[in-house]
Every structure is written in C-alpha cells, then in structure tokens.
C-alpha cells in the first residue's frame, strides 16, 4: 500500500509541475522524412477570450537533420473558417553547428515560440503546420529528412 501511494504522489507531483500548459499534442512523422504534402493538424477547443496565451511549436529531430533551422508555416483556422498564416523560423542550431534544446543520444528537443496570442472567439480552432524549407531561393523540399515529430503547445501567458 506504501508502494502504491508513493507512485501516485510522485505521479502528481509531475503533472503538477506543468500547471501553465492547456494544450500540447506531438505527432509523429513517418520514417523521419517530412513530406511536402503532411501538414499535421491540431484542433484546440477555446473557452477563454481574454487571456493571453503563448502558442509554441514542439519540434523533435535527429542529428542528422541537414539544417540548422526549419521554416514553418503555421495555418490558423478560426472557428468561423476564417484563415490566417503565419511564417515561422526555429533556430536549431548555434552558429558553431551545436544543437540547442535538449536531447539524448540522436534525439533533440526544441520548443519554438510562435506568438503571443488571444483567442478572439469562443470555440474550436485548427491549427496546421506545414514545413517549408527550399533549397536557397529555389525550390521547395520535398521530402525533409531528419525530423521525428511536430507539436503544438499552448500555455498560459500571465502565470505567476
């Protein structure tokens, strides 16, 4: 019985510890080579229309990823259908080729502040994610490799 209550303290005590997050969902990506035409999607149901709140995207990759950023464009459906787009630049890596987040092994983790952000309206909201990395000023990439997984993560702002 000791065993069983000490698991479940500790357990509490970890998911208490993220008290500012009100949305996160990761998806993975087939085989670690983000197709052009996957744009991982995330629906988020709103309540609130007058706090402020941070949106992040969650971005897990290898090593091996080829860039030292990744280019983004973050879709924002309203619950009316409206559309926005937003462009988004995550710096992975330091000018010197060290990574930035944290890892183990092959593996880095990064959250990218997206934007400060109020939800206007009441009700669910469609956030898309598509990658949009070129090849210089040319043409887009096809098939990104190096990337395991996209997330959104929503949080709120005025914590204390």
């Known amino acids: 019985m000791m ?6 303290l500790i357990l509490f005590s970890l998911l208490s510890c993220d008290s500012i997050r009100l949305y996160e969902k990761n998806i993975s990506i087939e085989n670690t080579v983000w197709d052009l ?10 309540t609130d229309t007058t706090s402020k709140v941070n949106l992040k995207v969650n971005v897990r990759h290898s090593r091996s990823y080829p860039f030292s950023n990744l280019w983004l464009f973050v879709n924002t459906i309203d619950p009316t ?9 995550c710096i992975l890596a ?42 210089g000023d040319l043409a887009k990439i096809e ?12 949080e709120k702002q005025d914590h204390k």
């Open 3 to 8: 065993k069983y209550c000490l698991v479940t």
């Open 81 to 89: 259908g409206a559309l926005k787009t937003d462009t988004l630049e």
């Open 94 to 135: 330091q000018k010197d080729g060290k990574w930035l987040g944290s890892g183990l092994g092959d593996i880095c983790d990064i959250q990218c502040q997206f934007k400060s952000y109020r939800f206007l309206k009441q009700g669910m909201y469609t956030f898309e994610i598509e990658q949009a990395m070129r090849h």
């Open 37 to 46: 035409s996957h744009k991982p999607s995330f629906e988020y149901d709103n």
């Open 143 to 154: 098939q990104l490799p190096g990337i395991m997984e996209i997330g959104l993560r929503i």
